[in-house]
């Protein structure tokens, strides 16, 4: 996005998983098997010294989330987007190959600038629809929508919410890696990294896209194989046919909604259930284990004031847990709807990015105890069952929250953070077609170093 917005040359390097965990024999991850250890925690079937144990194996070294979380995301979609060098994007952060891809980055970051190769010439329309091709391939982290919109919007590239859901349609899911799959991100290097797995869905790309190399995509991709058809599938025997992401819309999304479909449970992405309603972080946290909470599994959890505006800064609290009384039962999934992210690493029912927010009137902020709710997942639809004329009369007679700054950073953001379905990014941010031929400020013609 930065490199977007200031229009010179640029190439990125990323820093690389870091390596698996061990617990107890089983080999694990920093992110998805956490998660799951923390309902066994909270439900009584793992112990304060146990959970201790799991947390000082999880991270034995450097490097990020080693499932498809968000950094192995945009990693990932960083290649696809043609802004990093070939094979970058699995290679384990301790590995010695990332010292000389940093060598190898570095120089071709020199011939670049003198090249005059610009990110505008790289991060295309094509070159976007590839990155949404990759993240539905992926069944990769949520968070990768919001960067891919607030990028386009940076760009003047119009890509709206529908057509990442009509590419994920016919996209199926070829990485058997969490939290939709089985194995960590690592496996996908030893697989035959992000080349390999173009090369599979070459079919499905704009494969004429320009690229930092200066090749395009076609041509860095060519002679990448596949080594292990477990970890990688191939494109007529997918993971999943289809389903990685998808938008939602109605009464209670008019702007949208996503939902990560290929880490939701099946039998829960059709479903009908009342609202158990939560307003922000704190009353979450104050009453989601309370023995008297009035919820059962088929309850729909709804948390407000967890976006752009309204936390403020959109964190990723949409992932909530499942009520204690309920894991004590043997429930793991509930259908999860909010205004927040969710970590990459997430996993279950869990709709996010609601737009309009809560904080700015949008019809969450309407949502009352018990009331019927819908999703839809075939439909793309998400409705309160409520009638339009009972929400708009709700939303008129229930105040907005105040807002959290009133001086300084905060103000100046609460100002221009822009919705979910924008990218959340700053509305003066945004491309404006009278710039396209400014030269970047502070770029002079053959000055090389200081005065």
């Known amino acids: 996005m930065g490199a977007a917005s200031a229009g010179v040359p640029a190439i990125a390097l990323t820093g690389g998983p870091m390596q698996p965990g061990n617990f107890r024999g089983r080999r694990i991850g920093a992110g998805t098997d956490i998660w799951r250890y923390t309902d ?16 000082a194996a999880t991270r034995p070294g450097v ?14 979609l960083t290649e696809a ?18 010292g000389s891809l940093a060598e190898e980055t570095g120089r071709r970051a020199v011939e670049i600038a003198c090249e005059g190769l610009r990110p505008a010439a790289i991060l295309t329309e094509m070159a976007l629809e590839n990155a949404v091709t990759v993240l539905a391939a992926v069944a990769g982290s949520t968070n990768a929508v919001l960067h891919l919109l607030a990028l386009a919007g940076r760009l003047g590239i119009d890509l709206p919410l529908e057509r990442f859901d009509s590419i994920a349609a016919r996209t199926p899911v070829l990485t058997n890696i969490q939290p939709a799959g089985e194995h960590l991100f690592e496996d996908l290097q030893r697989a035959g990294g992000v080349p390999a797995l173009l090369a599979e869905l070459a079919p499905l790309l704009h494969l004429d896209a320009l690229t930092v190399t200066g090749r395009t995509l076609g041509e860095n991709i060519g002679g990448a194989e596949v080594w292990d058809r477990d970890v990688l599938r191939p494109l007529d025997e997918p993971l999943m046919p289809s389903g990685g992401l998808a938008v939602l819309r109605g009464t209670l999304a008019p702007d949208g909604a996503v939902l990560k479909a290929g880490a939701a449970s099946t039998e829960l992405l059709q479903h009908r259930g009342p609202a158990v309603v939560f307003d922000g972080i704190d009353d979450l946290l104050a009453r989601i284990d309370d023995p008297d909470l009035a919820v059962e599994a088929d309850s729909v959890l709804v948390l407000r ?22 894991l004590e039962r043997g429930v793991t999934d509930m259908v999860r709807i909010s205004d927040a992210r969710m970590s990459g690493t997430g996993y279950g029912t869990v709709v996010l990015h609601v737009a309009p927010e809560s904080a700015v009137g949008g019809p969450l902020h309407a949502v009352h ?15 309160l069952c409520v009638e339009s004329e009972e929400i708009a009369r709700r939303l008129a007679a229930r105040p907005l929250p105040e807002p959290p700054f009133r001086r300084g950073y905060g103000s100046i953001y609460l100002d221009h953070v822009l919705q979910a379905d924008a990218g959340a990014d700053f509305d003066v ?15 002079l013609e053959g000055w090389i170093s200081g005065w």
């Not at 987007?81 to 990332?98: E, K, Q, T």
């Not at 609290?317 to 009520?323: E, H, N, Q, V």
């Not at 105890?369 to 409705?383: F, N, P, Q, S, W």
């Not at 941010?429 to 770029?443: I, N, Q, S, V, W």
């Open 40 to 55: 066994d925690l909270r439900a009584g079937r793992m112990s304060d010294g146990e959970y201790a144990e799991l947390e």
């Open 63 to 76: 490097g990020h989330c080693s499932e498809m979380g968000t950094a192995s995301t945009m990693a990932t």
């Open 81 to 98: 987007l043609g802004m990093s060098l070939p094979g970058s994007a699995a290679v384990p952060a301790i590995d010695a190959r990332r």
């Open 305 to 326: 004031g967890a976006g752009p505006k309204g936390a403020p800064g959109m964190p990723e609290w949409g992932m909530l847990p499942i009520p204690r009384k309920l």
């Open 369 to 383: 105890d018990g009331d019927e709710i819908v999703l839809d997942t075939e439909a793309r639809k998400l409705d």
């Open 429 to 443: 941010l945004r491309h404006r077609a009278e710039e396209d031929d400014t030269e970047p400020y502070g770029l």
